[in-house]
């Protein structure tokens, strides 16, 4: 099992920032690769960031490639999203989750095995 808690949500105007925390505890030993992901009302839950954990391979969505940046502490097992010039297309809940089956996409929404619990993150214009 591996537990995942997220912080750093709120409201911010356009082109403000915030900064997200995942900090991902228990078997993360077994951690293959983490994502944020995001959902807005009435829209599907989609990939907006992942890392694999061992080498560091990155992977960004179009929509948010040169806005966010994707970081991670290993000592601490926490992951990071930094998240500049925000839109207001950018409010949903985001969701930090854990991929551990190697054998699984990394970039799909379906492969994630363990999710945290979401935080909201609103853009006012």
């Known amino acids: 099992q591996v537990q995942l808690v997220e912080s750093g949500g709120g409201l911010v105007q356009a082109g403000g920032s915030l900064r997200l925390s995942c900090a991902a505890s228990?078997?993360?030993?077994?951690?293959?690769?983490m994502g944020w992901f995001r959902q807005a009302p009435v829209k599907e839950r989609e990939l907006v960031a992942a890392i694999r954990w061992s080498g560091g391979a990155t992977y960004y969505a179009d929509s948010v490639k040169g806005r966010f940046t994707l970081s991670r502490d290993n000592g601490k097992n926490t992951m990071y999203l930094q998240m500049n010039s925000l839109k207001p297309d950018d409010t949903a809940v985001y969701y930090c989750?854990?991929?551990?089956?190697?054998?699984?996409?990394?970039?799909?929404?379906?492969?994630?095995?363990?999710w945290g619990q979401g935080t909201q993150v609103t853009v006012s214009s």
């Open positions: 228990g078997r993360t030993f077994s951690l293959y690769a």
């Open positions: 989750a854990a991929l551990v089956d190697p054998n699984r996409g990394w970039l799909l929404v379906t492969s994630y095995n363990y």
